[in-house]
């Protein structure tokens, strides 16, 4: 069955963050990063850069909500946090709108 939008949309999380080097950042998310996402049920992420600021990126993830809570209340998470040199916490994007094209 293909999902509808809808059930796609609850499976999106959007998140913007500031990080103080990207190559930092990627190395840590696509290891440390990967491997606890994974542990909470994420099952893709997608790093866009910012063209407005090259230290901020976009991250768009594949994950239930609950799931997403999950890794939120993990204690090893403030440790990788700190690993991927954010310079504050991510702040999600909310979605305002849903179309079928």
Partial sequence: MVP?????AERMIVTVAKIADMDQFLKTF???GVAKR???GCTG????LDPDDQS???VVFEWKAE???GFLAD???PAIA?????????VHAISIAEYDS
């Fill in 30 to 32: 696509s290891t440390k």
């Fill in 82 to 90: 700190r690993e991927l040199g954010l310079q504050g916490p991510p």
């Fill in 56 to 58: 901020r990126v976009w």
């Fill in 38 to 40: 994974r542990e909470h």
């Fill in 45 to 48: 992420a997608r790093v866009f």
């Fill in 75 to 77: 204690p090893e998470i």
């Fill in 4 to 8: 509808t939008i809808s059930e796609e």
């Fill in 67 to 69: 799931d997403y809570e």
